[in-house]
């Protein structure tokens, strides 16, 4: 055989074959490995003008050794009423930032706070994010307040509807420490668990133990940015900047990286949906629901019948069609004018 034959045999034989694969590999490995560690070490973006004003005018206490982030503003003079707002997933009390002037002209205190994970508050890893920390977490800051014996209005959404829901427990028990609650408002959380579609990325997270530390470092503000449109009506989108926004406070002291641990809330809704659902239907608390209808998390119109189906004592406003998963920030005005009726009704 000539010496040609027997290098092209040695050259495409198996064993050559497999050599230089793996020589190949160590190479993309050499040059990927250094470009996701560079990656991976992104520091976070900085706060924009509106963050920092926002972060400024607000104070933090200290929950279990946590730093909470909360704002308290005096509002409307000779009113005693005041209203505590609870944000959603996974973004955090900014979200009220479109009616908090509004909400000042008519409460004596409007109060919002950043759940522990979430904005500018402590967010500590390893840890186990649940709904009833979050809700003792309120209940802190309003003994911190001196407004344990205050009746409050609480208004809530999406995540917040949840701990807003285990607040209403423990006030209809009569629980240590309990909020005294004047009136409850809700919009566009996920309260049924059979109604509820949360995203592929959440599911992905919250069920896979093996993927869920990779997805967290690995997610960007191009995929945050997907993932928050699409739950915002086609109209009603945020400018970039809120976008921007938004992802900053979620990369404020490395909160991606508890995304996964967070989203636990998900499969406690469903292990919890008796005393949750429980406290919703049986309740005597004033209850509203304000909702937009085009939300893909809790789709019309089966989530609204459902709600009226077992809430019967509550009252309803459904937004505009093309009011998506977060009304506060598509439609202020819809949304302000559903809740002021809804106070001034009782």
């Known amino acids: 055989m000539c010496r040609c034959h027997v290098q092209q045999r040695a050259v495409f034989s198996p064993s050559g074959l497999c050599r230089r694969m793996k020589e190949w590999w160590i190479h993309v490995t050499l040059v990927c490995v250094p470009l996701l560690a560079v990656y991976l070490h992104i520091p976070p973006p900085q706060l924009s003008p509106a963050l920092q004003k926002w972060h400024s005018v607000g104070e933090v206490f200290q929950f279990r050794g946590r730093e909470i982030f909360y704002r308290d503003s005096h509002g409307a003079l000779g009113s005693s009423d005041v209203v505590i707002l609870l944000h959603g997933f996974p973004t955090s009390s900014h979200d009220w930032n479109k009616i908090w002037e509004p909400l000042t002209q008519r409460f004596n205190r409007v109060v919002a706070l950043d759940f522990l994970g979430f904005g500018f ?33 609480l208004v809530s959404h999406d995540y917040g509807d949840t701990v807003a829901l285990e607040l209403l427990y423990r006030s209809d028990h009569n629980r240590t420490g309990h909020l005294t609650l004047n009136s409850l408002c809700l919009s566009n959380g996920g309260l049924f668990p059979e109604t509820n579609h949360p995203r592929l990325l959440q599911t992905l997270l919250k069920d896979s133990s093996f993927l869920a530390p990779v997805l967290t470092r690995l997610t960007n503000f191009r995929i945050f940015q997907k993932g928050i449109g699409d739950v915002f009506g086609p109209y009603t989108q945020p400018t970039y900047a809120e976008f921007w926004d938004m992802w900053t406070s979620l990369r404020y002291n490395d909160g991606n990286l508890v995304v996964d641990s967070i989203l636990q809330y998900i499969n406690q809704r469903l292990q919890h949906r008796e005393r949750w659902v429980g406290a919703l239907t049986s309740t005597f608390v004033p209850l509203h629901m304000i909702y937009g209808p085009l939300d893909p998390v809790n789709p019309h119109p089966q989530f609204i019948r459902r709600y009226q189906q077992l809430v019967q004592r509550s009252t309803v406003t459904v937004l505009d069609e093309h009011i998506s998963h977060y009304p506060q920030l598509e439609d202020p005005t819809g949304f302000l004018s559903a809740y002021f009726n809804f106070i001034h009704s009782f």
Do not use: T
Request: charged share 20%; glycine share 4%; hydrophobic share 35%.
């Open 121 to 153: 508050s402590d967010k500590p890893r390893p840890h186990k994010y649940s709904i009833f920390e979050q809700a003792s977490v309120v209940e802190a800051l309003v003994a911190h307040l001196g407004l344990s014996h205050q009746r409050v209005n």
